[in-house]
């Protein structure tokens, strides 16, 4: 059986933003259940949450969907 490759959205929240980020998953035989990131997603939502906390909305907009977060 081989390993099983899919797109996701997940979101990143840090500070007063929330990104919801386009990334591939994969999933191994032995453990079907648990998705799998590549260094370079990992990477890439690391540096999302970096920038999302420090208000880089520019940057940010390039990467996925942005929302600002506000008080009620």
Do not use: C, F, N
């Not at 081989?2 to 979101?11: G, L």
């Not at 949450?49 to 208000?55: D, E, L, Q, V």
Request: net charge negative.
């Amino acid at each position: 059986m081989e390993q099983i490759r899919e797109k996701k959205v997940t979101s990143v929240r840090r500070g007063r933003y929330l990104v919801e980020v386009p990334i591939e998953v994969t999933y191994s035989p032995e453990a079907p259940d648990e998705p799998i990131l590549s260094p370079d997603t990992a990477r890439l939502l690391d540096e999302v949450g970096r920038r999302a906390a420090t208000g880089d909305v520019a940057w940010l907009k390039q990467h996925g969907k942005v929302y600002e977060l506000v008080e009620a």
